[in-house]
């Protein structure tokens, strides 16, 4: 069974740069399958965020004006989620997740990890 | 981007009821969409992909169809368990966007 736990600080001043990890178990990312980073907030709901292949092909969300990168780590079968110059706009429940397919649909999910945007 | 709407946003109802939510989409995404229930605190969780294909483990109870920009997902006998929010998701296109959710409560 294909796990996946989000890890990263809970608390990123403005203007810095927000940083998760997701480590996978149960599956090499190597395999197959699309790897992704969503985020829910009560005002906006769930919005996917970027998703990337083993061999380093990522899609991200045109809303995020290209502050999103996923690095990707094979050696640790993990990959990451990097979100630059955030504001509190970017306050959320950050879950990362397997998807079926380059646009495709949510499979597995992390567990999530709540990130507070504030001085 | 393509826009889903969901109806309704709240929807009483009482163990062994027969519930549908309807999922509008702004443009036609033939069958790309899926469904997920949320409960709270925990992740979304799969329960229907391609408008009308359960998931490996999701009760029977559970199904979805509709094509193109109309889509339903039913409950045929409202369980405990089933009191949830739940959301739909096109991934006709990117980037994939969300419908903005539907809560099952106690009536």
């Known amino acids: 069974q294909v796990q996946l736990q989000e890890s990263g600080p809970g608390l990123v001043k403005p203007s810095e740069t927000l940083s998760l990890t997701c480590s996978v178990s149960?599956?090499?990312?190597?395999?197959?399958?699309?790897w992704g980073w969503l985020r829910q907030t009560p005002v906006k709901g769930l919005e996917w965020l970027g998703s990337?292949?083993?061999?380093?092909?990522?899609y991200d969300n045109p809303s995020l004006k290209s502050r999103v990168s996923i690095p990707i780590d094979t050696s640790k079968n993990q990959f990451s989620l990097r979100l630059s110059h955030v504001t509190a706009a970017d306050t959320a429940v950050y879950y990362c997740?397997?998807?079926?397919?380059?646009?495709?649909?949510?499979?597995?999910w992390g567990q999530g990890t709540p990130v507070t945007v504030s001085s | 981007d393509i826009q889903l709407t969901q109806s309704p946003s709240t929807l009483p109802a009482s163990v062994g009821d027969r519930v549908s939510i309807t999922c509008r989409a702004s443009?036609?995404?033939?069958?790309?969409l899926a469904w997920y229930q949320q409960k709270p605190g925990k992740a979304p969780n799969l329960l229907i992909y391609?408008?009308?294909s359960l998931q490996s483990g999701v009760p029977s109870r559970f199904s979805g169809a509709g094509s193109g920009t109309e889509f339903t997902l039913t409950i045929s006998s409202l369980q405990p368990d089933d009191f949830a929010a739940y959301y739909c998701?096109?991934?006709?296109?990117?980037?994939?966007?969300f419908g903005g959710g539907t809560k099952v409560e106690i009536k």
């Open positions: 997740a397997r998807i079926w397919g380059a646009s495709g649909y949510v499979e597995f």
């Open positions: 149960g599956y090499s990312i190597t395999t197959g399958y699309y």
């Open positions: 990337i292949f083993h061999s380093g092909t990522t």
């Open positions: 443009e036609s995404i033939t069958m790309w």
């Open positions: 391609k408008a009308s």
């Open positions: 998701q096109q991934y006709r296109t990117f980037p994939l966007t």
